[in-house]
């Protein structure tokens, strides 16, 4: 048994103040002090905020009474002064940030330091007289003094005060720091309480995650356990070495023994491992009572840790395993971000009904253990889908999972993700690894940031050919976005189509059969049998329409350099080749697959498609291989081919000088302008009502200097396109937080027409013209009665959608205000009237959701389903409302058909080269260029757009069924039909109107119908031409034509 020793050193030198007094307690009490102090001080600052914000805000409002607007410049350079503190100190201290990970790194090396200081002071006595500080105490203070520093850093950039003060970390410093100090001053050293610094070790798990000493979670969370045993452990052994060092208080110190550190952390290990020698002892009151704490602590935490050991060592053999290849049946490897929001939709689309039977499995790996939620799901789908735990970045990884076998790489991303910077260079890394190690593998990846989308193109083997692809769903949002602000209802309907439902029974003609039958369409590609050799596009499409019961939407050509273009609505100069792909519009791929085995000789007659059969025709096998062949080249997308007709033969002068000035970027691409600062365009209220728009697309942005970037760009792309005539292109008045927009502002500055009315941050009065995305005179006074579409964006990265909701209230506030005091009787069939003439009157608006389940908390939300479905939701039927969640489906699409990419962009985006995309991997912006006949002939690509049936150019048309709108706007018009925008069924005070995609060829016309088409840019005066007076109308019924 270990005897104690009982003799205190001496403590009365001369040079020591409190000479014979034992000063502990007033370190502890001091310390005490200013702990609770401090959080007294915090939780006053909390419950006196809400105060001092009233009284601001009464001073203003009393300020605004006056017909005065002050704006305190002190008190905003002071603000302005601590928020950019506050930004530097977060950097600082962040782990997202290489400075913050190399703090975080220093400050656990200094700790563990600190730490091994103490060990060495532990062989003194806990209490003694210092005339000099020697070398151990100096290092240690200026430990305490960096401590000290980062203590500042931390406190600046806390978020909660209240969290950051009960934090460990503060604990430690103001127990430590506060005695190194008055040891300076007192010439007394205390001991006291620097095993604290032992908690440092609960940091271990995240310093070596940033070191890339620990890559994968099951390691983490098995260091993780162990640093919170070893640590504990370390501060549990420095309490009770220092009671016992002490004695009893109220014994007046009578029974302190002075033992070595360590024989207490044995005597902790011994006592926790229940074994219990009993050579060691505890003689103080306090360290017995400290012990038995320690021993239920202990207890707790093992019957905690050892189910989760027990987890983590069970799932190793469960997850661990090695995939085996099946002859005949292919493989899938899915990656990256894999959540059950990710995962579900992406499945889902894979093994949809309308592909048939899909033999192939999906082998997730991530770097996880899935919880009950996600093994559930796997474990429902068992036969086709695996988890493998693991990490991508390793090769022993990806060999289990067969990565050189595997049919394609599917690389998925966080879309919520609070970096998207870090985000995407993970991503970026996981595609390096898998092309590293195995080349030949097919990779589509899904990136956050456009910009990062681009860098891909950079990644050595990245290669087209092998049907490599990156999608950005948030570029594709913006897009999508950006056309229903001229094409009203086109998010809804373009998303529909790359997005596979189950198709049920529709009984009767309500609207919501009818927008649900054009919901189960979809896009399929198809090689075009022989018969439609040498046929015009426009022949092309109404045989596929006619005969056929297809939609022929646009096809492939190939320029000389074997690059491919995928063209919507060409011109009849571009003829139908041999074995040309055609983009079809189908409600599955065995409908699609008529344009592929269509026989002019054997088919002619058939009239039930269904019973249509392949042939033996000798011109099939010509074309055998390319039905089969993948036919992957270097995309162009959405780029007309220079023709020479085009350019030596079309007066692209004249058309130039009917048009007036137009000035294109380098590319041929878009409408460009020199670079315009953002303060030249920044309205005011009184200026933006002054300019009393028409037409023009407004957004509401909500963002602020901390918020990650939206990418405008990809939003002002589709609005800009040069396929638009100068007369199409609508002005765009940007509502937002004037730092958020600062940051957006270099990616947009060079294109025309866009105005700012910034968002004022202190509320400030009606006379400073500052405007909110939230305030009815700011929306009023950028006029959003006026304007073809209001748009809400967030950039908060969040699924709350607080702000949103809270803009539609406002729009929808202001529709009722604006709605005229007469209503129509309800015997009135308003299906027949023109919208412009009908009583009701709703602001045009498009809001994104983060959170699908949100569109419920919308004014006037009908459901089509009983099911939860956003597709089949009212808000989304009429095109009020979009989410990044109904583009999920396209990297399944991606998988099964590579070019579903290239007719998304030249839907969405207008067109893209080879020479853009060079530029932006170069320079990441646009450059203006010189007017020359190719770059002119660039722009002549057909647009989409939305025409009304008793305007021109259709109103001249004699159609009763769609079928006769179909084939009429072809011959006569060259324009491609491809869906109606027509008024939801009365009672419809807003004159709402649901999307119907590709209707029957027999659906019945009414007069009130738009429609949804393909107009080449040679027709583009159509677009721009004034409504008939006349309106061609049946006289016994206004409902039809």
């Given at each position: 048994m270990y005897k104690p020793r009982t003799s205190i050193p001496e403590i009365s030198y001369e040079h020591c103040m409190y000479r014979g007094t034992k000063i502990w307690d007033l370190y502890v009490v001091s310390c005490l002090v200013t702990l609770v102090q401090g959080v007294i001080l915090i939780l006053l600052k909390k419950w006196t905020q809400p105060t001092v914000k009233l009284h601001q805000f009464l001073s203003q409002k009393q300020h605004r009474?006056?017909?005065?607007?002050?704006?305190?410049?002190?008190?905003?350079?002071?603000?302005?002064?601590?928020?950019?503190?506050?930004?530097?100190?977060?950097?600082?201290?962040?782990?997202?940030?290489?400075?913050?990970?190399?703090?975080?790194?220093?400050?656990?090396?200094?700790?563990?330091?600190?730490?091994?200081?103490?060990?060495?002071?532990?062989t003194r006595p806990i209490e003694y007289c210092v005339e000099n500080l020697d070398n151990l105490l100096l290092l240690d203070l200026a430990f305490d003094i960096i401590y000290l520093?980062?203590?500042?850093?931390?406190?600046?950039?806390?978020?909660?005060?209240?969290?950051?003060?009960?934090?460990?970390?503060?604990?430690?410093?103001?127990?430590?720091?506060?005695?190194?100090?008055?040891?300076?001053?007192?010439?007394?050293?205390?001991?006291?309480?620097?095993?604290?610094?032992?908690?440092?070790?609960?940091?271990?798990?995240?310093?070596?995650?940033?070191?890339?000493i620990l890559t994968s979670k099951t390691s983490v969370k098995l260091c993780r356990l162990g640093a919170v045993l070893v640590g504990t452990l370390f501060f549990y052994a420095g309490l009770i070495h220092l009671v016992e060092s002490s004695g009893d208080p109220w014994l007046e110190n009578s029974n302190a023994s002075s033992r070595p550190y360590f024989l207490f952390v044995y005597f902790l290990t011994v006592t926790m491992s229940t074994v219990g020698y009993g050579d060691v002892l505890v003689y103080t009151a306090s360290g017995q009572f400290l012990i038995t704490v320690f021993i239920f602590i202990y207890l707790a935490m093992f019957a905690s840790f050892i189910p989760q050991v027990k987890e983590i060592l069970a799932n190793r053999k469960r997850f661990y395993g090695e995939y085996s290849v099946v002859l005949g049946k292919s493989h899938v490897v899915v990656c990256g971000h894999l959540s059950l929001s990710n995962i579900e939709p992406f499945v889902r689309e894979f093994f949809h009904d309308d592909r048939g039977e899909v033999n192939t499995d999906l082998l997730f790996l991530g770097d996880f253990c899935p919880d009950a939620t996600l093994e559930d799901f796997f474990v429902s789908l068992s036969g086709q889908i695996n988890f493998y735990q693991g990490l991508v970045k390793t090769r022993q990884d990806q060999e289990r999972v067969k990565m050189r076998d595997a049919a394609a790489c599917v690389i998925l991303c966080d879309r919520f993700a609070a970096d998207p910077d870090a985000q995407d260079s993970d991503t970026l890394m996981n595609v390096i690894t898998v092309k590293t190690y195995h080349p030949k593998t097919r990779v589509i990846v899904q990136m956050l940031k456009p910009s990062s989308k681009v860098l891909v193109q950079k990644i050595p083997d990245w290669d087209w050919n092998s049907g490599d692809a990156a999608l950005c769903p948030m570029e594709l949002k913006l897009g999508f976005m950006a056309q229903s602000c001229r094409v009203p209802g086109l998010s809804s309907l373009l998303a529909n189509l790359f997005t596979m439902q189950s198709e049920v029974e529709q009984k009767g003609d309500s609207w919501k059969n009818f927008y649900r039958e054009g919901m189960y369409n979809e896009i399929y590609t198809e090689h075009l049998s022989w018969p439609f050799r040498g046929m015009s596009f426009a022949q092309a499409s109404k045989l596929c329409f006619l005969k056929l019961g297809l939609l022929l939407i646009g096809i492939a050509t190939y320029s000389e350099d074997n690059e491919m273009s995928v063209l919507v609505n060409p011109p009849d100069c571009i003829k139908v080749k041999r074995g040309t792909l055609g983009f079809l519009v189908a409600s599955d791929a065995s409908d699609a697959r008529r344009a592929s085995i269509y026989c002019e000789r054997c088919h002619s007659r058939v009239r039930r498609l269904c019973r249509m059969r392949p042939c033996e025709c000798p011109e099939f096998d010509e074309d055998g291989s390319l039905t089969s062949a993948m036919n992957l080249r270097r995309p162009s997308l959405g780029v007309l081919p220079v023709i020479s007709d085009l350019v030596e033969n079309g007066d692209w002068t004249k058309e130039m000088e009917l048009e007036g000035q137009v000035t294109l970027d380098s590319t041929g691409m878009f409408h460009w302008c020199p670079p315009v600062s953002l303060e030249a365009v920044t309205l005011t209220r009184h200026s933006a009502i002054a300019l009393a728009l028409q037409k023009h697309v407004v957004a509401c942005v909500f963002g602020d200097r901390g918020s990650r970037l939206q990418s405008l760009r990809a939003f002002m792309m589709p609005l800009r396109a040069s396929s638009l005539t100068s007369p199409e292109l609508p002005t765009v008045i940007f509502l937002g937080d004037r730092h958020y927009f600062l940051r957006e502002w270099p990616d947009i500055h060079y294109f025309p027409n866009i105005y700012f009315l910034p968002v004022s941050v202190g509320g400030c009065g009606e006379k400073c013209g500052f405007g909110s995305p939230l305030c009815l005179d700011d929306l009023l006074a950028v006029g959003v009665t006026r304007c073809s579409r209001t748009v809400i964006l967030t950039s908060t990265g969040s699924t709350e959608d607080t702000q949103t909701l809270l803009s539609c209230f406002t729009l929808d506030s202001l529709s009722l205000q604006t709605e005229a005091p007469t209503t129509l009787s309800p015997s009135s069939n308003t299906h027949g009237l023109d919208p412009q003439n009908t009583t009701g009157h709703s602001v045009p608006l498009l809001a994104e959701l983060g959170n699908t389940s949100n569109v419920k908390l919308m004014n006037d939300t009908d459901g089509l389903e009983e099911e939860d479905s956003f597709p089949l939701t009212e808000d989304f039927s009429v095109g009020k409302v979009f989410s990044v969640d109904v583009l999920d489906s396209l990297m399944a699409a991606t998988y099964f058909n590579s070019n579903v990419p290239l007719l998304v962009s030249t839907l969405v985006t207008g067109g893209d080269t080879p020479l853009l995309e060079a530029q932006l991997v170069r320079d990441n912006k646009l450059k203006g260029g010189v007017m020359t006949p190719q770059l002119w002939a660039l722009r002549r690509r057909s647009k989409l757009a939305q025409l009304a049936l008793q305007e021109q150019p259709l109103c001249h048309l004699q159609c009763v069924l769609y079928k006769d709108l179909f084939v009429q706007a072809l011959d006569s018009l060259e324009i491609l039909c491809f869906g109606l925008y027509r008024l939801v069924d009365p009672p419809?005070?807003?004159?709402?109107?649901?999307?119907?995609?590709?209707?029957?060829?027999?659906?019945?016309?009414?007069?009130?119908?738009?429609?949804?088409?393909?107009?080449?840019?040679?027709?583009?005066?159509?677009?721009?031409?004034?409504?008939?007076?006349?309106?061609?109308?049946?006289?016994?019924?206004?409902?039809?034509?």
């Open positions: 009474t006056n017909g005065k607007c002050i704006a305190p410049q002190s008190s905003s350079f002071f603000s302005s002064l601590k928020d950019g503190i506050t930004v530097h100190a977060s950097t600082l201290v962040s782990p997202k940030h290489p400075h913050g990970q190399f703090l975080s790194v220093l400050m656990f090396v200094l700790n563990l330091g600190s730490f091994v200081i103490y060990l060495a002071l532990t520093l980062h203590f500042w850093l931390r406190f600046l950039s806390a978020q909660d005060l209240l969290v950051m003060w009960l934090d460990y970390k503060t604990i430690a410093d103001i127990f430590t720091v506060a005695p190194a100090c008055f040891t300076v001053v007192t010439g007394r050293a205390w001991l006291g309480l620097r095993f604290l610094r032992a908690l440092y070790i609960l940091e271990l798990p995240a310093v070596l995650r940033m070191l890339n419809n005070r807003f004159t709402k109107r649901f999307v119907i995609t590709n209707p029957r060829s027999d659906l019945p016309l009414l007069a009130s119908d738009r429609v949804f088409c393909s107009v080449p840019f040679h027709q583009s005066h159509l677009l721009t031409q004034s409504p008939p007076l006349n309106l061609h109308q049946t006289p016994h019924d206004s409902s039809t034509l």
